[in-house]
């Protein structure tokens, strides 16, 4: 393929470029606009994984993907400072792809197709919901590249306002509430998010860029920049009032840094969700259609971890290290209390959604290892988790679909009647209690390897869920697929092939990266680099 | 750069620079005589596309001068034009609150003219435009003054038409109601104002912007209680007519009772030009006693007074949003929304500037222009569906996407913009505002208002929730009359514009305006 085009662009917009044909078709005709929208979200899709194969790990900072050029660059006035050039806060558009993003941004694709197919069960105002389907696709892929900071929070709120939709218009019955308290919470996330985001940019995103005889001084929003002055000590944002003639406005105090960090991390737990965050998340679970649940579980989840790494984590090493023991802690709290709720829930979208929670402590446990083992884990495990409750989503929905419940008590022997689709559930169910040899088992083991490093006694506690997992998850699902059957489910037909061509391909994804890691691993191999590199410093200093 | 054109006398020539108002006026006049001397069975529906020409044509004016002031081929050119022994200054600033003032005039006549037309409750349709022309004047005028006679000769005409405008559907009661009560709040604003005003020329012998500017270092040194009750006073009486809370109560009432055109006027031309008046008058005046002029610690004079701007900003944010909350009538919500926005607005103007912060008008300039669009765009909606639903109750909102789904796609557009979500140009607006905020370090400012948009985010869904997650009693489809349609359009338009590329617009604003010459006027 030629170098020339722009990859990340055709990747990120080509959902868009399919709305518009989806404009001209017949607004009656579903099978239309549904083959419309899947053959959409095939481009993403293609141009993902063949980037992901063209990735080269070894090359370090050589192999990353960029795409960069000036969107917006508003001039301030400068008629007031002497021996300035020109002075502007400069936003870019500024995407790229490396070893943390490319992987979540293949599985926003994959899931993304996957769930295009499972829409089959939406019953009514097909155009609109393909429509704001492909906008959450353009949102989610934007979200995993986007690397100035006003970007990232556009293709943010893109995926906030497309959610709303989908989950108030074709969700279930409270469909409405669920929707409302997903805004609120997440409009309330964004919101922090963006407090944090102006904090930055006013301050670390400042630098003064030599122009000629004059200076040039820029706010910027550019992630590298804020990145980079942030772990220089000679930049503006480093330097204390007393340094800088008594008053330096750019100075990022010890108390402010904390503040920032503290104010992106909420952010992003309450999108992860981080416990005490979680209640909206399990309405949306419950009430938004299964092939939009997959999209959230399976990937809008993940946009809460990826923004806690590069935005908390990478900005931020030391405090990340200082507090690397509270996020251990507070994702125990979230691995024993998602079990724990899991075991008792009778209605099987629940039993998931708190195993999403469950699970998504996991995540903070590699996260708040600190080390290549661990945060290489919490990784895999996003990946992981993504294409295991994709899958198990698509089944409910499937399920759902036939039986009209998806309650524990009423399900029951349900391998008789749909022995293909139980198989399916039976081996997502064993993937995501960790079974080895599918993907699931893969990321725990990383993670609480690593985390074992630096926090014995915390992973042990933890260690203690992976039991608890394997308990709720063989409960819930061997009450679907064994033990008598209701009369009812007698005549009900197994998949149809539409909806066993996304089993299989999840499947075999899970398979691949369960006997296969290294595919993953490698290609973060100096992802977290940079970090250690400030966190050594730090031991070192 | 710094070419300025000091215009004592008033000869034919310096008329010219006051061709935008006076055209205006002439047209006033020419449709008043029209519309007496036509008989009465003639239908009046022309006379509106007679004042839209004529606020078009003013429009031209301006974009005219503004051009003659800033060649586009780049040679220097005039920076202000000070007329009528100074009291009147074409200059870049202003001519940039014209330019949206009247575009914003114009979308309005656009988009009521079918409902003016249609509405039965008015009994003479002339009437509407008679008075509408001359508010616009006035609010031109708040947008050049440099005096406080001149600034209140404008302040009133503005008012005093639009008191009448209120209470053009003489067969409401609910409309003779907002009349009433616009009258009263609206004199007591003027009263503060003028009250405001004695004391500063009192105090410092002029009336000239510049002149108080000048004289108030020295006078604070003496009269300090008595500066500070004036300009507390002129504050409280601006914050009446822009509605910032707690000096909104009349807002919600007025607005419900006026025809939605009317409403719009109030909502946008006349808050903004009285924001416009109250930005020259403090940047001319109070700013120049803050530290960046006269270094750290000498007067808390400036500060202070910045410190009234930013409360009265954050409690506009507050309770405008709080308030919006329980609101199910669409114009009142409107009308809580507006308070909200008058607090956002104030924010640049109540920040300050320090040398590395002298983007306030830019700021300024490019929320309130995005303002324009949204709120427009949203009224020509409310127009529509309030008259097929024959009340503005949130659920005549009900199914409005099966009943028009073009419309309710316009509609979530100015809805995204005015919660202040990407990609719009609320979005940018208030961005830039907040990170001037953030970057005077004013950050519980910043704060109030990133949580106060999250908050209106409820309100505003709330109606994005009827339109498309509800289905309404009757699928009747509303049909969009072509120029409420169009006004909707252009708005909507627009208001994507600006949340794609903010750019052309932001840079073209800090380009022609230059500090020293717009902002600073010293003698």
Redesign the interface.
């Known amino acids: 393929m030629p170098e020339q085009i722009p990859w990340l662009t055709v990747l990120t917009f080509s959902p868009l470029v399919g709305i518009l044909v989806l404009l001209f078709l017949p607004k009656a005709n579903s099978r239309a606009l549904r083959t419309a929208a899947i053959l959409t979200t095939l481009v993403p899709l293609v141009v993902s994984l063949w980037l992901f194969a063209q990735y080269d790990p070894s090359a370090q900072a050589g192999g990353i993907f960029v795409e960069q050029t000036p969107w917006i660059t508003a001039a301030l006035n400068s008629e007031a400072l002497n021996g300035v050039a020109s002075y502007v806060y400069e936003f870019q558009y500024y995407l790229a792809a490396d070893g943390l993003s490319l992987p979540l941004i293949v599985l926003a694709a994959l899931v993304a197709t996957m769930a295009a197919f499972a829409s089959v069960h939406i019953n009514k105002r097909w155009k609109a919901f393909y429509i704001w389907f492909l906008l959450l696709e353009t949102g989610m892929l934007g979200v995993f590249m986007a690397r100035d900071l006003v970007l990232f929070f556009l293709f943010f709120e893109l995926t906030l306002i497309s959610l709303f939709f989908l989950i108030g218009i074709w969700g279930l019955f409270n469909r409405e509430k669920a929707a409302n308290t997903f805004l609120i919470y997440n409009g309330l996330g964004s919101a922090i998010m963006l407090i944090a985001f102006v904090l930055l940019i006013v301050t670390a995103g400042f630098q003064s860029v030599p122009d000629g005889e004059a200076m040039r001084l820029v706010y910027s929003g550019n992630y590298e920049t804020i990145m980079a002055n942030l772990a220089d000590p000679a930049a503006y944002v480093n330097i204390p009032d007393a340094q800088a003639n008594g008053s330096n406005p750019f100075f990022m105090s010890e108390g402010m840094r904390w503040l920032v960090f503290i104010l992106i991390f909420v952010a992003f737990a309450i999108k992860l969700p981080v416990l005490p965050f979680h209640t909206w998340m399990l309405r949306v679970h419950a009430e938004a259609p299964p092939s939009v649940v997959m999209i959230h579980s399976g990937v809008l989840l993940k946009m809460g971890a990826y923004g806690l790494l590069r935005f908390g984590v990478f900005l931020f090493p030391q405090q990340a290290d200082d507090a690397a023991y509270v996020i251990a802690l507070l994702g125990v709290a979230n691995i024993l209390y998602g079990a724990i709720t899991a075991f008792v829930q009778n209605e099987f979208k629940l039993v998931l959604a708190y195993s999403s929670i469950s699970h998504m402590g996991i995540v903070l446990l590699g996260i708040a290892s600190l080390n290549q083992i661990g945060l290489q884990g919490a990784v895999f495990q996003l990946v992981s988790h993504g294409l295991i409750s994709a899958l198990l989503f698509l089944i409910v929905g499937s399920l759902y679909e036939r039986t009209g419940t998806t309650d524990l008590r009423e399900l029951g022997g349900l391998a008789r009647a749909l022995p293909f689709m139980s198989g399916v559930l039976l081996t997502a169910g064993m993937a995501s209690l960790g079974l080895p040899g599918l993907s699931g088992f893969v990321g725990e083991f990383l993670a609480f390897l690593g985390l074992f490093d630096s926090m014995k006694g915390v992973t042990a506690i933890a260690a203690v869920g992976v039991i608890l997992t394997a308990v709720y998850v063989l409960r819930s699902v061997l009450k679907i697929t064994f033990g008598p059957m209701s009369e009812r489910y007698a005549a009900l037909n197994d998949a149809r092939l539409i909806e066993a061509v996304p089993m299989i391909a999840l499947l075999a994804f899970i398979l691949l990266l369960g006997v296969y890691p290294s595919i993953l691993t490698d290609s973060m191999q100096h992802g977290f680099d940079r970090l250690f590199e400030q966190l050594n410093s730090r031991v070192g200093g | 750069m710094d070419q300025t054109q000091i215009l004592t006398g008033l000869t034919w020539n310096d008329a010219a620079y006051l061709l935008p108002e006076v055209t205006l006026v002439a047209m006033a006049i020419l449709i008043t005589l029209l519309d007496l001397a036509m008989p009465n069975k003639l239908s009046r529906g022309f006379i509106g596309w007679l004042s839209l020409a004529g606020v078009v044509l003013s429009l031209f004016f301006v974009v005219l001068q503004m051009l003659q002031m800033n060649p586009p081929d780049g040679s220097a050119g005039t920076d202000v034009v000070r007329l009528l022994g100074d009291s009147y200054r074409v200059d870049d600033l202003a001519n940039i609150l014209k330019i949206t003032l009247l575009t914003a005039t114009a979308l309005i006549i656009l988009m009521g003219i079918q409902s003016i037309k249609r509405d039965d409750a008015i009994t003479d349709k002339g009437e509407v435009y008679t008075l509408l022309l001359p508010a616009v004047a006035g609010a031109l005028m708040l947008a050049s003054t440099a005096d406080l006679v001149t600034l209140y000769v404008g302040l009133e005409l503005l008012s005093i038409s639009t008191y009448v405008l209120a209470g053009i559907r003489k067969r409401s009661v609910k409309s003779s109601e907002a009349a009433f009560k616009y009258i009263v709040l609206g004199g007591i604003s003027s009263a503060f104002i003028l009250f405001g005003m004695s004391y500063i020329y009192g105090v410092t012998g002029t009336t000239n912007f510049g002149g108080i500017g000048a004289a108030l270092g020295p006078a604070l040194a003496d009269y300090e209680a008595l500066i500070y009750l004036g300009f507390f006073f002129i504050i409280g009486g601006f914050a009446i007519k822009i509605a910032a809370a707690p000096f909104h109560a009349w807002a919600p009432d007025v607005y419900q009772g006026a025809p939605v055109p009317v409403t719009a006027f109030l909502a946008v031309v006349s808050k903004g030009a009285a924001l416009a008046a109250l930005l020259r008058l403090l940047f001319t005046t109070v700013l120049f006693q803050t530290a ?1 002029f006269t270094g750290q610690g000498t007067s808390q004079f400036g500060p202070d007074m910045l410190f009234a701007l930013k409360a009265l900003a954050a409690s506009a944010m507050i309770v405008g949003t709080t308030a919006a909350l329980r609101q199910r009538n669409l114009k009142r919500l409107l009308a809580l929304s507006g308070v909200a926005n008058a607090g956002y607005l104030l924010v640049p103007i109540a920040v300050g ?7 306030n ?2 700021e300024f300039a490019f929320y309130f222009i995005a303002y324009v669009f949204m709120n427009i765009g949203a009224f020509a909606v409310l127009s529509v569906v309030g008259r097929s639903a024959g009340h503005d109750e949130l659920k005549g909102y009900a199914g409005l996407y099966y009943r028009a789904p073009w419309t309710a796609a316009a509609m979530v557009i100015l809805l ?1 913009s005015l919660a202040g ?3 719009s140009g609320g979005f ?1 607006g208030k ?2 505002i ?2 001037g905020a ?2 005077r ?1 004013d ?1 519980w400012l ?2 109030i208002m ?2 106060t ?2 908050i209106s ?2 309100f505003y ?1 709330s109606i ?2 009827q339109m ?2 509800r289905t309404g009693d009757t699928g009747e489809p509303i049909r969009m009359p072509f120029s409420a349609g169009l006004t909707l359009w252009i708005c909507a338009a627009a208001t994507l514009a600006l949340g794609l590329f ?2 052309p617009l ?2 073209w604003i ?2 022609i ?4 010459a717009d902002l600073f006027i010293l003698q």
């Open positions: 960046m500037m320090t040398p590395l912060h002298t983007s008008i830019s995204l979500l990407p990609v940018f961005l830039f907040l990170l953030a970057g370090e950050y910043a704060a990133i949580v948009s999250v985010y409820y869904f994005i929730r498309f997650l903010p750019n932001m840079s800090q380009d305006v230059s500090l020293p």
